[in-house]
């Protein structure tokens, strides 16, 4: 059995802590149908193919480039402006006084959950490519009020692990750090992470997002291994204390 106190669990948030489907899926879409002028919206498995590529886990960069996509298949520049993409996007998603979409998001995780975590022993945080503006709305709704966050701000993106090697640094560093998301960039972090911080040993946990269908969750699920998940789930509720104490992921 491993030693939870030994032990730090990081957490992605979106489709980890939240779903993020109908809200950074939905405002990605938007922008993407907005500066195609109508032309093209990508639907969710289009989303999901560009984020397989490890590249894309910003969401602003990932509508810009599947803009620059859609008007080079026409053998044609795009001459949008990151800027204008950004801001369009955060009116659909943010709104005015986070009202948007991101004020109608279901919550995966529970307030018991994390005080679970707690009552084992082990010390958990978050590492996120999302704005901390955002995270900090969701996480308050799970009544975290400051908890231990890496947000877009605060490192590089995605899979550039500084973030998760952070977040291991503000939690005590120690010998072990779990990683959960739901991308291969979060896998790919936790790879590149082992790869620089030789001291600490860094396991890959893939959760299944919720709009993955469930036809599609065994080649989902394979597609993180590949990419260096010990372990994947369908829901972050089922990565128990007791599920790490028992499971030889380490």
Request: cysteine-free; aromatic content about 10%; hydrophobic content about 40%.
């Given at each position: 059995?491993?030693?939870?106190?030994?032990?730090?669990?990081?957490?992605?948030?979106?489709?980890?802590?939240?779903?993020?489907?109908?809200?950074?899926?939905?405002?990605?879409?938007?922008?993407?149908?907005?500066?195609?002028?109508?032309?093209?919206?990508?639907?969710?498995?289009?989303?999901?193919?560009?984020?397989?590529?490890?590249?894309?886990?910003?969401d602003?960069?990932?509508?810009?480039?599947?803009?620059?996509?859609?008007?080079?298949?026409?053998?044609?520049?795009?001459?949008?402006?990151?800027?204008?993409?950004?801001?369009?996007?955060?009116?659909?998603?943010?709104?005015?006084?986070?009202?948007?979409?991101?004020?109608?998001?279901?919550?995966?995780?529970?307030?018991?959950?994390?005080?679970?975590?707690t009552?084992?022993?082990?010390t958990?945080?978050?590492?996120?490519?999302?704005?901390?503006?955002?995270?900090?709305?969701?996480?308050?709704?799970?009544?975290?009020?400051?908890?231990?966050?890496?947000?877009?701000?605060?490192?590089?993106?995605?899979?550039?692990?500084?973030?998760?090697?952070?977040?291991?640094?503000?939690l005590?560093?120690?010998?072990?750090?779990?990683?959960?998301?739901d991308?291969?960039?979060?896998?790919?972090?936790?790879?590149?992470?082992?790869?620089?911080?030789?001291?600490?040993?860094?396991?890959?946990?893939?959760?299944?997002?919720?709009?993955?269908?469930?036809?599609?969750?065994?080649?989902?699920?394979?597609?993180?291994?590949?990419?260096?998940?010990?372990?994947?789930?369908?829901?972050?509720?089922?990565?128990?204390?007791?599920?790490?104490?028992?499971?030889?992921?380490?």
């Amino acid at each position: 059995m491993i030693d939870l106190s030994t032990v730090e669990l990081v957490l992605d948030i979106d489709g980890v802590i939240r779903d993020v489907s109908d809200s950074y899926h939905r405002a990605l879409a938007d922008t993407v149908e907005h500066f195609t002028l109508g032309q093209y919206r990508p639907d969710h498995d289009r989303i999901d193919l560009l984020k397989s590529e490890g590249l894309w886990n910003n969401d602003w960069e990932a509508s810009q480039e599947l803009i620059k996509r859609y008007f080079a298949s026409y053998g044609e520049a795009d001459r949008t402006d990151y800027a204008s993409i950004v801001e369009f996007f955060q009116g659909r998603y943010r709104g005015d006084n986070w009202t948007g979409y991101i004020s109608q998001e279901p919550l995966i995780a529970t307030p018991a959950y994390f005080q679970a975590l707690t009552a084992s022993g082990l010390t958990w945080g978050f590492f996120s490519g999302a704005t901390r503006g955002s995270a900090t709305y969701v996480l308050s709704r799970l009544g975290l009020e400051s908890p231990v966050l890496v947000a877009m701000e605060d490192a590089p993106g995605k899979p550039d692990p500084t973030g998760l090697i952070m977040v291991s640094k503000l939690l005590g560093h120690k010998p072990q750090v779990i990683y959960v998301g739901d991308t291969v960039a979060d896998m790919m972090t936790v790879q590149k992470a082992a790869q620089i911080d030789l001291d600490r040993q860094y396991i890959g946990v893939g959760v299944i997002p919720p709009h993955i269908k469930p036809e599609q969750h065994t080649a989902y699920s394979e597609m993180m291994k590949s990419h260096g998940a010990k372990l994947v789930l369908t829901t972050i509720l089922a990565l128990t204390p007791e599920l790490i104490e028992n499971e030889s992921i380490f």
